[in-house]
């Protein structure tokens, strides 16, 4: 499957962004899905899962601030991000996995898409 993630920006603290992720190749709807961030000088961690079900995980970081969805009709992952803090500052991934589990380590996802920029300023 090929990922393309979009819909990153800048955006002052307390502010929104959506992110979407458009999925090509694969039956969407198989995979479980998942978001990724990683800010400069840091390791990738994982944000948000949803499985194939839309049962949702989140990092305690987002946990209340943002909201992971899937449209499987238009092959197309989402992150909600409200509240946004400098913090999140970071390049977004998302990622497909073919395990029915939600994993937040990276090697259990087995495609990732280019990543987008996400800048909050204080």
């Known amino acids: 499957v090929q990922l393309q993630a979009s819909g990153g920006g800048l955006v002052q603290a307390g502010g929104s962004l959506r992110l979407s992720c458009a999925a090509s190749?694969?039956?969407?709807?198989?995979?479980?899905m998942a978001w990724f961030r990683q800010a400069p000088g840091k390791e990738r961690e994982f944000v948000a899962a949803?499985?194939?079900?839309?049962?949702?995980y989140y990092a305690d970081s987002v946990k209340g601030r943002f909201t992971i969805s899937r449209d499987n009709a238009k092959n197309t992952l989402y992150l909600q991000m409200n509240l946004l803090k400098p913090e999140d500052t970071a390049v977004y991934y998302c990622?497909?996995?073919?395990?029915?589990?939600?994993?937040?380590?990276?090697?259990?996802?087995?495609?990732w898409g280019q990543g987008t920029q996400v800048t909050v300023s204080s």
């Open positions: 949803i499985n194939r079900s839309s049962g949702t």
């Open positions: 990622a497909a996995d073919t395990a029915p589990s939600m994993g937040v380590m990276t090697y259990e996802y087995d495609y």
């Open positions: 190749g694969r039956t969407f709807s198989r995979f479980v």
